[in-house]
Structures are given as C-alpha cells and as structure tokens.
C-alpha cells in the first residue's frame, strides 16, 4: 500500500539558515505531491506542490525537490525565520485518488 | 475571501451525547472534505463530496459518523453517539473545480473532546 514517512519527526534551526525536511514516499505509482504547513491551532496551509513530470519547482523562499529513483521528495526553506516554526506535512497523490498525508516534522527556529 | 469556515471551534461533551460539527466552504468550491487528526493516525480522509453528492466515506470510521451536505455552502458531520476515542481535531477542507482533489484549503478545524 501506499506509505508516505518523514526521516525527522523533530528539526531545529538556527534563525537566518536554510532548512531542509524530507518525506520518503513508497508508491513508484505516485505523480502528484503537496507540502503544507501547520502552526499551532490551525488548519494546513498550502506551501508548493510539483508533479511527477517535475524534478524541482520553486517558490517564494521555498524549493521542492522530488526524486523519484529513491522515491524521496524534500522540501527547503530558505533563510528560516521565526515564523516558519510549524509542523510540515508532505503529501502524496496517485492518478485520481485522494491525497495521502505524512505524519508530520515540527520544525523550530532558533532565534 | 474568509476561507473555510468552521464551527464550533472547540467542543466539550459527554461520552454518548451527539455532537454536530460544521463546515462553510470557499465559495464556488466544488469538492469539500472531512479530515480527522490525531497524534497516531495523523490526519485520515474521512469522506469527501463533489457538488453536494457524497463520493468516498470509505474513511468514515463506522455507522456512528455521517455526514451531509444540503448545499453548496454547508456541510455538517454528526457523531452520534460520541465516544472518548473520537476525541481528536476534526477539519474541513475545499478545493476548486481547478485543482479538483490536489490543493484543498482547509479551516482551523474543531478540536472535540468527548469526556
């Protein structure tokens, strides 16, 4: 069946560094992957998604790589700041079904 | 545009009472969907729609949950009767017919606790 993991449950980093959270993904079937944050007492919020057909896909401050030899998918975060203290949650998707979530990595910054 | 909006926001009952969540959607959304997380499971699908009609409750947990959605705008999830294990934040999420079931939106959820 399907299984989306996350190598870090817990990362901690320094204010001003970069910041990188990986998911390990395990159906090679999987074309369509979401990463979304989470702060506390709120709901996921949308970060950048990429598609199999992808190999890297950039946003305002944030890079998603996927790898699908190794079935691995990361998400960076450039210049962390203060507020991007959340759990993140990456996601994966096959053909039509629904989207399957990650458990989670909380991510903390250090002022 | 408000978002997703859910309500209550925080929901105090006894085991075996009914408890009503609900669910306003992003406006012109076309699917919604009921999500539960807990710190074991993580967050589980647990039905979606798409215009209204009900499409996969496979993740309803059993005959205690259901869940409706009258109109476009509203949708409801029911326990009944509740027990201490459905103790766990519950959200609702939306997504166009653009991103049909990829980018959903979700609201700041329900935390229910069910004593």
């Known amino acids: 069946g399907e299984s989306v993991g996350l190598h870090l449950p817990t990362l901690s980093v320094q204010e001003g560094d970069n910041s990188i959270i990986n998911c390990a993904y395990s159906n090679s079937a999987s074309d369509y992957f979401i990463w979304y944050k989470q702060e506390s007492g709120k709901g996921p919020q949308f970060i950048i998604d990429?598609?199999?057909?992808?190999d890297k896909r950039q946003g305002q401050r944030v890079t998603v790589l996927l790898n699908k030899t190794v079935k691995h998918l990361s998400l960076q975060i450039a210049a962390t700041q203060p507020g991007d203290s959340a759990v993140y949650f990456c996601?994966?998707?096959?053909?039509?079904?629904?989207?399957?979530f990650g458990t989670g990595t909380r991510l903390t910054v250090i002022p | 545009d408000a978002g997703v909006i859910q309500s209550p926001r925080h929901e105090v009952t006894e085991m075996g009472q009914e408890v009503t969540l609900r669910c306003k959607p992003i406006s012109g959304h076309d699917y919604l969907f009921w999500y539960r997380q807990t710190m074991m499971r993580g967050l589980e699908l647990l039905i979606y729609?798409?215009?209204?009609?009900?499409?996969?409750d496979s993740g309803m947990p059993e005959d205690r949950f259901s869940a409706k959605m009258p109109n476009a705008s509203f949708s409801t999830l029911k326990i009944q009767p509740s027990e201490p294990r459905d103790s766990a934040v519950y959200f609702c999420?939306?997504?166009?017919?653009?991103?049909?079931?990829?980018?959903?939106?979700f609201g700041s959820g329900t935390q229910l606790s069910v004593l």
């Open positions: 996601a994966e998707k096959t053909g039509a079904n629904n989207l399957f």
């Open positions: 999420a939306s997504s166009s017919r653009q991103f049909l079931n990829e980018k959903l939106f």
């Open positions: 729609f798409n215009n209204n009609v009900p499409i996969d």
């Open positions: 990429i598609r199999s057909n992808m």
